[in-house]
């Protein structure tokens, strides 16, 4: 394990972008398309603030890779850890 790269926690402002591209690109089912309706885009705009505003008032820290040159954020995973009120 000790080959594995360690977490780091990830940038608040990128928490929201990220479950909403997460939201924005689920597609269901696997085997099916599904259809993108102006619910799910009313969804996909209100949403991920508010579970990412949610996330941190309840203590959870959400960890990611570090970043690499050329890549792109990916959540790694979410920690429960204590509450930090310089956020």
């Given at each position: 394990m000790s080959d594995e790269t360690p977490l780091v926690p990830a940038d608040p402002a990128d928490v929201p972008q990220t479950l909403e591209a997460a939201l924005t690109h689920y597609s269901g089912?696997?085997?099916?398309?599904?259809?993108?309706?102006?619910?799910?885009?009313?969804?996909?705009?209100?949403?991920?603030?508010?579970?990412?505003?949610q996330l941190a008032e309840a203590g959870f820290i959400i960890?990611?890779?570090?970043?690499?040159?050329?890549g792109c954020l990916h959540l790694a995973s979410v920690a429960k850890g204590p509450r930090t009120d310089d956020a």
């Open positions: 089912h696997p085997r099916r398309r599904a259809r993108f309706t102006e619910a799910d885009e009313l969804k996909v705009a209100i949403t991920p603030g508010h579970l990412a505003k960890m990611r890779k570090p970043p690499q040159t050329g």
